[in-house]
Each structure stands twice: as structure tokens, then as C-alpha cells.
């Protein structure tokens, strides 16, 4: 059996270089590609917009935040919760908690997202802060 060798394309390059950040991809699977010295059998990551909030957040300078609660999917299959702050003007950063919840499943972190009330965001709204920051 003869193997042709494929060049890595940049294009290809590109995506495997952003694989890690990739927001929302599910059962990916890549040959070898012997120049890239690379081989990805399957990725299974999956990360979801649980829910966007009516709330918004007002930042200590007056900025208003949109709030987002995202999931993702682990590799054991359990789930990572946690709150995304994106300035309605869009001239700040955006804000990002480090995990908020751990749940079993897909439906348990939904339910989490579902009770979420504006008194958690500001506390979650300063530790997305000091995150950032620090």
C-alpha cells in the first residue's frame, strides 16, 4: 500500500493550532497528516450557550454587561458551569468566571442555568473580575 503525503495546508495548520479553542465541536475525526506530525482520532469537545439572562450587569465604571452562562462537556461526561460577561458597547473586555458548577449531565446543568437570579451575577460578575485582572 502506497502513502501519499499530504502538505499541511496553513488553512489546516490554522485549525489545528485553534482546535483548543474551538467552541462548539463534536466527534471530529482527522487522518494523519504526516507533515503536520499530527493525529486527532476524535475530539469530543462541546461547549454550550446554556442561556442568555434578561439581567444585565452594571460594572463598577458604570459599563453594562450582557450574561451569558455556558457548559461544557468533560471528557468522564460530566459537566463544567460557568458565567460570560460581554459589554454592550462592546469597548471593555469581556468577563469570564472560572467554573461556577459542577453537574452530571447535559439536563442537570441546564436546570442550574435556569435558576441562576441577578444577585449571583454581580458576586459572579466580581470574580470574573479579579480574575481577569489578577
Known amino acids: ?35 503536520c506530525r499530527r493525529i486527532v482520532t476524535e475530539v469530543k469537545l462541546m461547549t454550550v450557550l446554556l442561556q442568555e439572562y434578561s439581567a444585565e450587569v452594571v460594572g463598577p ?34 468577563r469570564k468566571t472560572g467554573q461556577e458548577t459542577s453537574q452530571p449531565n447535559l439536563k442537570a446543568i441546564e436546570y442550574w442555568a435556569t435558576g441562576l437570579e441577578p444577585v449571583y451575577f454581580e458576586g459572579a460578575f466580581e470574580r470574573a473580575q479579579e480574575r481577569s485582572t489578577s
Open 1 to 35: 500500500m502506497n502513502r501519499t503525503e499530504t502538505p499541511c495546508t496553513p488553512v489546516f495548520q490554522n485549525f489545528l493550532q485553534n482546535l483548543s479553542q474551538a467552541s462548539v465541536l463534536t466527534h471530529l475525526r482527522l487522518a494523519f497528516v504526516p507533515k
Open 61 to 94: 465604571d458604570g459599563a453594562t454587561y450582557v450574561v451569558r452562562s455556558y457548559g461544557e462537556e468533560r471528557a468522564d461526561g460530566t459537566w463544567t458551569g460557568w458565567l460570560e460577561f460581554d459589554p454592550v458597547d462592546g469597548r471593555k473586555p469581556s
